[in-house]
């Protein structure tokens, strides 16, 4: 009995050894210094990872002595998951992430600016539009903390043969927008005026928030970096703004109800230019209607005639022109490891390689614009596999993606960086103040209260 | 006599001495469970206790804070609301799962035609993913194309216009309590059928012969056997649902009873380590007083 337990003991141990030595032996014939990356994508899609995956294998077939490890990481989790690696000491390589984050993980010193300037460098930095360049800009004036990559402008749709037939104006001004939010509420016939952001653990509140506020000349801060957020001007945005949320169909909603405009039940709604293929496209929106609630209820029948019934309006004017939209960058966490930072650069500089490139964005039509000039009025882009673009026309493709110069955030005032707006924005108090508002029933001046008081904790 | 006590004094030294040896075998043989218990379950515990009175910093150059993480969460009205919440949200749940559970166990322990295959089928709320029975409910519930407003509003007329059952708040926790229910009846109802089938027909036989009627047999026998029995299911109950985050928060996220108050407070946007182990801690004391309370007053075990 002992015997032979000592001779399964040995046999394994031989085993695992031979093994060992194997796997040596096969390490060295290998090249002699391998570097490994970890790209951390905010594309969870499997779609999207299959093309990302083939771009990776493409690369790493040139550069054999590179390999690389793709990681989706859902965008609402990237601050969480960069701060729990930067603690444990395994930060990533590459990181796809917006303007607001990259700015809070830059000022806690996590990215590298030196990387960043590089990577502009071999790119050229002249490309880019500066509206998208500036959301990355450092505290240190002409750094940054991430290179653009791919951007989305936020407008509001709305149903231009509805607002003909009523002889309403386009939903450009403050006044417009209320006037037909408040005339095609109705919601004994279940149709709803417009939809913004009313649940207080998402962003899309905020998205909707600001171009509001910066129309009417409210901010965050001052160039100085002094809160200012609870003034009068401030207070006629959220007012305006809860005025609105009076016409979003019951209860707190976010960008999913977007599903309702598809049903033709909402007559606006502040959205991305993400939404392009689902207006324009058949398959694209029943697969919308269906993987999220609405299989075979009433009103899921596709509008063929959406797309053409559809106008955007991509500024809102009150006090002055505002617009809204995200850019996303890719940018090098601090790894105080020259080879990998450099394969890094190396691998990056591909992906903004024109084929490259525009492979990448045609995952998301709609929803990733370029950030440089040049790139919008090629065939290739404008050719993308669903044949959203054509159906839209050049012209308008061109129009929105210069919309990305104009993008303005509470985060930059007069031209400087205000990293608390970073902070702010991800601890998610406008979101939470809207919630008070609209569903809690909170006056405005307490909710304003509270989150000026929250607001001046976090900057402390 | 003296070599009788020469005797029992060497039986005594060599008893100590086995009983010495049985002592250390007996801690070699509970050594590894001791090792995983202690690295497992009290080093977490205590470091969080530890990490409580810290502001930790992302680079690791953790702040000692006293307790003000702890000032802070008490003195936050948001956390007692939370308290509250949840203490309703435990009774409610706890209570209509064992009462539920208790009904349809009494059913079912009843003889009738196709009685294995009802049984089963009762398990399905609990052995359903939940993520899928979540989602169907928000289907369910969805103020514009729910059917639950279809039939309520647009049929019945039961209500004055259309509302967000599922999310706003007034009225989601109402729905939570109620998903609560019927996702965990089904396993008070399994516990409960076990129990009752474990009491002796004789007890019934003898108490008919007294004249008991039903509710007389209830009160005086089947009661007394599942007693205890229920006491531990409402205890285990609240206990996992004082705890209960993914049910909650993946149905509605408005109910916010302590676990997400905790997610919310402390790993929104920056995370805020100090904070979330301050709350862990006073939500196990919170914990451990009500079960204490329980078990004494209640129990009086």
């Known amino acids: 009995m002992k015997k032979s337990i000592v001779l399964l003991l040995l046999s394994i141990f ?44 493409t690369y790493t077939a040139m550069n054999p002595d590179i390999s690389i490890k793709l990681v989706p990481v859902d965008e609402n989790d990237m601050a969480l998951n960069m701060r729990a690696a930067s603690a444990a000491g395994t930060l990533p390589s590459i990181i796809e992430i917006d303007a607001e984050i990259a700015v809070a993980l830059g000022s806690e010193g996590i990215l590298d600016t030196d990387a960043s300037s590089a990577l502009l460098d071999r790119v050229g930095k002249d490309k880019f539009f500066d509206g998208a360049l500036r959301l990355f800009e450092a505290k240190d004036k002409g750094t940054y903390y991430g290179v653009p990559y791919h951007g989305m402008i936020q407008g509001i749709w709305y149903r231009a043969d509805w607002f003909k037939e009523a002889g309403l104006e386009p939903p450009t001004t403050w006044d417009a927008v209320a006037k037909a939010a408040e005339y095609f509420y109705n919601p004994e016939k279940n149709i709803y005026g417009i939809l913004l952001g009313t649940m207080e653990t998402e962003s899309y509140d905020e998205q909707c928030f600001t171009p509001i506020a910066m129309s009417n000349n409210a901010g965050l801060f001052d ?45 606006m709604f502040f959205y991305s230019t993400y939404i392009m293929d689902d207006l324009a496209v058949f398959e694209v929106a029943m697969g919308s209607l269906t993987s999220d609630n609405f299989e075979g209820l009433k009103g899921a029948e596709f509008d063929p005639d959406l797309v053409k019934n559809t106008k955007t309006a991509t500024i809102l004017t009150n006090k002055k022109d505002a617009g809204f939209g995200a850019v996303v960058s890719m940018a090098i966490p601090k790894l105080n490891n020259p080879d990998v930072t450099e394969a890094a650069l190396d691998f990056l500089n591909y992906l903004y390689s024109p084929n490259a490139y525009i492979t990448y964005l045609h995952m998301a039509v709609g929803g990733m614009m370029p950030v440089f000039e040049g790139v919008a009025n090629t065939e290739r882009f404008l050719n993308d596999p669903k044949g959203v673009y054509s159906k839209y026309g050049a012209e308008k493709i061109i129009e929105i993606t210069e919309g990305l110069n104009k993008i303005e955030s509470f985060g930059i005032v007069e031209g400087n960086r205000i990293e608390a707006a970073s902070t702010i924005y991800s601890k998610k108090i406008i979101p939470q103040m809207i919630y008070k508002i609209t569903q809690e029933g909170m006056d405005v001046d307490k909710a304003m209260a509270w989150a000026e008081a929250e607001m001046k904790k976090l900057i402390n | ?62 702040e000692f804070t006293g307790i003000q993480n702890h000032l802070n969460i008490i003195t936050d009205p948001a956390f007692w609301q939370s308290v509250t919440t949840s203490i309703v949200y435990v009774l409610f749940t706890t209570l209509g799962t064992t009462l539920v559970g208790l009904c349809v166990a009494l059913l079912m322990n009843r003889k009738f035609p196709l009685r294995g295959l009802v049984r089963s089928l009762i398990l399905l709320p609990y052995v359903a993913p939940v993520i899928a029975v979540v989602y169907s409910w928000q289907f369910i519930f969805d103020p514009v194309n729910g059917i639950f407003m279809h039939i309520a509003y647009d049929k019945l007329h039961l209500f004055t216009e259309r509302i967000n059952l599922i999310r706003s708040p007034d009225t989601s926790i109402y729905v939570a309590i109620l998903f609560g229910i019927w996702k965990n009846f089904p396993f008070s109802y399994l516990m409960i059928l076990a129990g009752l089938q474990a009491i002796d027909t004789g007890l019934y036989e003898a108490a008919e012969i007294d004249g008991c009627k039903g509710w007389q047999k209830f009160r005086y026998i089947t009661f007394p056997e599942i007693y205890f029995l229920l006491g531990s299911i409402i205890l285990l109950r609240a206990i996992w649902n004082f705890n209960k985050f993914e049910e909650v928060f993946l149905l509605t996220q408005n109910v916010k009873v302590l676990p997400i108050y905790t997610y919310l407070k402390a790993f929104t946007g920056i995370m805020d380590i100090g904070h979330g182990a301050a709350i862990a801690m006073i939500q196990f004391i919170l914990l451990i007083g009500f079960i204490l309370i329980y078990v004494k007053r209640v129990l009086k075990w």
């Open chain 1, 14 to 57: 031989l085993l695992s050894f031979s093994s060992y030595i194997f796997a040596g032996g096969q390490e060295e014939t290998a090249s002699s210094e391998p570097v490994e990356l970890e790209f951390w994508t905010r594309q969870t899609q499997s779609d999207r990872m299959t093309t990302i995956q083939m771009l990776i294998d």
């Open chain 1, 223 to 267: 160039k100085d970096g002094k809160l200012i957020f609870n003034s009068p001007e401030m207070k006629e945005a959220v007012e305006f703004y809860a005025r609105l949320a009076k016409t979003t169909p019951p209860g707190p909603q976010t960008w999913r109800a977007r599903d309702y405009y598809l049903q033709g039940r909402m007559a």
């Open chain 2, 1 to 62: 006599m003296n070599s009788d006590s020469v005797i029992s004094k060497s039986i005594f030294t060599r008893g100590s001495i086995l009983e010495d040896r049985e002592k250390k075998f007996g801690w070699f043989l509970i050594l590894p469970s001791l090792i995983i218990i202690v690295s497992l379950v009290l080093y977490p515990i205590v470091y969080n206790i530890f990490l409580s009175f810290f502001e930790v910093k992302v680079t690791g150059n953790n």
